[in-house]
């Protein structure tokens, strides 16, 4: 099993910066797509982020893809959402997610692909 634990989340002004950071333990971190959601009230699940096994495949919500930048360290068994320029509309609780089954180009984008999940860091940015 793996476990996820989410953290950097927390209050800032709209166009300040936060980086998420996700530690995983209990499976081999290399072997697993990543990826970020994110869940507003009474919203459905979003797809954030997400990179690929190889590390060499990237994948953005459009709206995010030029302020967001996921990145992986497997020496360091973490996962990072760097975000910049936040907007209001941002302002969600943050997943990671881990994949062991896609191969090793794919991006899932869906949140019923992913096998295992952290408990969320909530993300408010303010106006």
């Known amino acids: 099993q793996m476990q996820l634990v989410e953290s950097g989340g927390g209050l800032v002004q709209a166009g300040g910066s936060l980086r998420l950071s996700c530690a995983a333990s209990?499976?081999?971190?290399?072997?697993?797509?990543l990826g970020w959601f994110r869940q507003a009230p009474g919203k459905e699940r979003e797809f954030v982020a997400a990179?690929?096994?190889?590390?060499?495949?990237?994948q953005y919500l459009d709206s995010a893809k030029d302020r967001f930048t996921i990145s992986r360290d497997n020496a360091k068994n973490t996962v990072y959402l760097q975000m910049n320029n936040l907007k209001p509309e941002d302002t969600a609780v943050y997943y990671c997610?881990?994949?062991?089954?896609?191969?090793?180009?794919?991006?899932?984008?869906?949140?019923?692909?992913?096998?295992?999940w952290g408990l969320g860091t909530q993300v408010t940015v303010s106006s």
């Open positions: 997610a881990a994949d062991g089954t896609v191969n090793v180009f794919r991006v899932p984008r869906f949140a019923d692909e992913y096998d295992y």
């Open positions: 209990g499976r081999p971190f290399s072997g697993f797509a």
């Open positions: 990179i690929s096994r190889s590390n060499d495949y990237r």
